[in-house]
C-alpha cells in the first residue's frame, strides 16, 4: 500500500455530506453473567433466550460503503438515549457531522425523539405499528389508522410515554405492490417517522431507508471475522467483536480507494477481486507467524 493511497483514509472518514446510520445490536446469551446482573441485556425472546450482550453501532454509508465508526457496550438499565448521546459524541470527536440519522426501530421512543429535536438533528427511523387493528369493531387506533388505507401520503402523529411526556414527528407513508416478492400479493405498507428535513418524494424516503440494508451483510461478515471463544467477560466479548469491525472496514476501504474502478458519477466496487474470506484467508498465517500457535498437548502417561 503506497503513501499516496494511506493518506486518502482520514479524507474519505470525515466527509460531512455522510450520513450516519445507528443500529441496536444483540447478540443471544446463555448462561449466568460474569461479574453482575448489569453485564446482561433483557430484550424480547430471540434465539431461544431473553439475555443479550447488546452494543449500539454507529457507521457511515456513502455510496455502497459502510465504515462502522463507534460502537458502544448496552448494558442493563442504560437509557438509549444516554447510549445514543455516547455513539453521537464519539462521532463528532473523529470530525464526523452528519447531516442525517437513520436509526433502527429499536430507538423508536419519546426520550430518543425528544433528545434528537433538542439537539437539531434531522433523523429517519421505521414506525412501530401500535394500536388497534383494521379490522376491530371500533376500526384502527394509532399509528394502524394511517398504514390501514393503503395509500401513500404524509401525516403528523404525537407520541406519548408512560409518563405522559410527548414527542410529535412527521409521518411517511409509502404504499407499493408485493409483485410475488416472498410470495405476496397485493399492498404493502410501510411508515417512516421524520424530522428536521423535508424529503420530495415518499420514494425518496423509502429508497433513503434502503441504504441500511446492507446491514445483514455486515453481521454476516462479522461473525466470519470474530474470534471464536467461550469466555463469559463481555469485555472481552466486546474487544473480539471490535477487531472484527476493524478489519472488516480495512477491507471496505480497500475496495473503495485502491480496487474500485474510477468512472463518471461515482467509482463503481469490484467486491469480486477480493471478498471477505480472502482477506481473512491471507491473514491468517500472519496471525499465527506473530503471535504463535500451539500444536501440542501434554499427555500424563505414555500412550
Known amino acids: 500500500m503506497n503513501r499516496r493511497v494511506a493518506e486518502q483514509l482520514p479524507t474519505v472518514v470525515k466527509h460531512r455530506r455522510w450520513r450516519l446510520a445507528i443500529d441496536l445490536h444483540l447478540r443471544p446469551y446463555q448462561g449466568q453473567p460474569h461479574h453482575s446482573p448489569e453485564d446482561i441485556y433483557r430484550s424480547q425472546a430471540t434465539g431461544g433466550t431473553t439475555h443479550f450482550h447488546a452494543s449500539a453501532t454507529a457507521y457511515l454509508v456513502k455510496r455502497g460503503r459502510r465504515y462502522t465508526v463507534a460502537r458502544l457496550r448496552v448494558e442493563k438499565g442504560m437509557a438509549l438515549v444516554e447510549g445514543l448521546k455516547r455513539l453521537l459524541q464519539y462521532a463528532r470527536q473523529a470530525g464526523i457531522r452528519p447531516s442525517l440519522l437513520r436509526l433502527d426501530r429499536g430507538f423508536y421512543r419519546v426520550a430518543v425523539i425528544r433528545y434528537l429535536q433538542a439537539a437539531r438533528h434531522p433523523f429517519l427511523m421505521p414506525v412501530i405499528s401500535r394500536g388497534r387493528p383494521p379490522t376491530a369493531p371500533r376500526g384502527p387506533s394509532g399509528t394502524r389508522v394511517f398504514t390501514a388505507p393503503k395509500r401513500s401520503g404524509w401525516a403528523r402523529y404525537p407520541l406519548t410515554n408512560a409518563a405522559h411526556r410527548r414527542a410529535t414527528v412527521s409521518l411517511c407513508i409509502h404504499c407499493r405492490n408485493w409483485c410475488g416478492r416472498r410470495h405476496r400479493h397485493g399492498r404493502q405498507t410501510l411508515g417512516y417517522a421524520?424530522?428536521?428535513?423535508?424529503?420530495?418524494?415518499?420514494?425518496?424516503?423509502?429508497?433513503?431507508?434502503?441504504?441500511?440494508?446492507?446491514?445483514?451483510?455486515?453481521?454476516?461478515?462479522?461473525?466470519?471475522?470474530?474470534?471464536?471463544?467461550?469466555?463469559?467477560?463481555?469485555?472481552?466479548?466486546?474487544?473480539?467483536?471490535?477487531?472484527?469491525?476493524?478489519?472488516?472496514?480495512?477491507?471496505?476501504?480497500?475496495?473503495?480507494?485502491?480496487?474500485?474502478?474510477?468512472?463518471?458519477?461515482?467509482?463503481?466496487?469490484?467486491?469480486?477481486?477480493?471478498?471477505?474470506?480472502?482477506?481473512?484467508?491471507?491473514?491468517?498465517?500472519?496471525?499465527?507467524?506473530?503471535?504463535?500457535?500451539?500444536?501440542?498437548?501434554?499427555?500424563?502417561?505414555?500412550?
Do not use: M
Open 194 to 303: 421524520i424530522w428536521g428535513f423535508r424529503p420530495p418524494t415518499t420514494h425518496w424516503v423509502y429508497q433513503g431507508y434502503r441504504t441500511r440494508v446492507g446491514i445483514e451483510t455486515r453481521y454476516r461478515q462479522l461473525r466470519e471475522a470474530s474470534i471464536r471463544t467461550s469466555t463469559r467477560n463481555p469485555t472481552l466479548r466486546f474487544l473480539c467483536v471490535g477487531i472484527a469491525l476493524v478489519l472488516r472496514n480495512v477491507w471496505v476501504w480497500l475496495h473503495g480507494v485502491g480496487l474500485a474502478t474510477p468512472r463518471r458519477g461515482g467509482r463503481r466496487l469490484n467486491l469480486h477481486t477480493l471478498r471477505f474470506k480472502t482477506l481473512l484467508t491471507w491473514l491468517t498465517p500472519l496471525a499465527e507467524e506473530v503471535f504463535g500457535i500451539n500444536d501440542s498437548v501434554v499427555v500424563e502417561r505414555v500412550l
